[in-house]
């Protein structure tokens, strides 16, 4: 069965950078594009970014873009999230995401990631 | 890209039905039929069920149905039951001058009276 797991959260204070990683399993993870999306404590769901299934296209959401990198290791089915600047906003559940074959929606879910940006 | 509305809440005792309305605009739901619908329990992650306006992904109960005119896409769950008590969240595709976009709504909590 298809299996995500985030991990790499934690505290970080304004400023600084953060990894997050996220370990694919169960499916052929070469094959399918990928999203991060995340959520803030008590509020809704915010697209973040998606890379293309060979790591060529990577787009990113308007909050996020020039302080977020995403990237894939197709050979490890790793994906990958590298976060600077980060702002006390940015603080949220991190959640990697399998696209549908077709591309356009997030299929599959990761249990997610908690992120917090605090001094 | 501004995020999709949605009623904060929306409740029916079980056996009803309640239907959940997801407002976007021409460049996201009124363009693409890939509005998707979420289905989200207290610190769970997200569960998709409903994609591409209508379809039902396998193992989603058929009380689950989704429909779309304009810019307005509509999730309904018909014969509530205590286990439809969650939050729903739809989604769409919006390309933005042929760069990808994707937008979420602000999501609707469910209650089962």
């Known amino acids: 069965q298809v299996q995500l797991v985030e991990s790499g959260g934690g505290v970080v204070q304004p400023g600084r950078s953060l990894r997050l990683s996220c370990a694919a399993s169960?499916?052929?993870?070469?094959?399918?594009?990928v999203h991060w999306v995340r959520q803030a404590p008590g509020k809704g769901l915010e697209w973040v970014a998606i890379i293309s299934f060979d790591g060529t296209d990577k787009y990113y959401g308007d909050s996020v873009k020039g302080r977020f990198a995403i990237s894939r290791d197709n050979s490890k089915s790793m994906l990958f999230l590298q976060m600077n600047s980060l702002r006390p906003e940015d603080t949220a559940v991190y959640y990697c995401a399998r696209d549908s074959s077709s591309g356009y929606w997030p299929q599959y879910w990761g249990q997610g990631t908690l992120v917090t940006v605090s001094s | 890209q501004s995020a999709l509305t949605q009623p904060p809440s929306a409740s029916g005792s079980p056996g009803q039905s309640v239907t959940i309305s997801c407002t976007g605009t021409?460049?996201?739901?009124?363009?693409?039929?890939?509005v998707s619908w979420y289905q989200q329990y207290p610190g769970k992650a997200p569960k998709l069920i409903i994609y591409?306006?209508?379809e039902r992904p396998s193992g989603v109960p058929d009380r689950f149905s989704g429909s779309k005119s304009g810019n307005t896409a509509s999730l309904t769950v018909s014969g509530l039951q205590a286990e439809d008590e969650a939050d729903y969240y739809c989604?769409?595709?919006?390309?933005?001058?042929?760069?990808?976009?994707?937008?979420f709504g602000t999501g609707t909590k469910v209650t089962v009276l």
């Open positions: 021409s460049s996201d739901v009124g363009s693409y039929n890939y």
């Open positions: 989604s769409s595709y919006a390309s933005n001058n042929n760069i990808y976009n994707y937008v």
């Open positions: 591409e306006v209508s």
């Open positions: 169960g499916f052929t993870f070469s094959r399918y594009a």
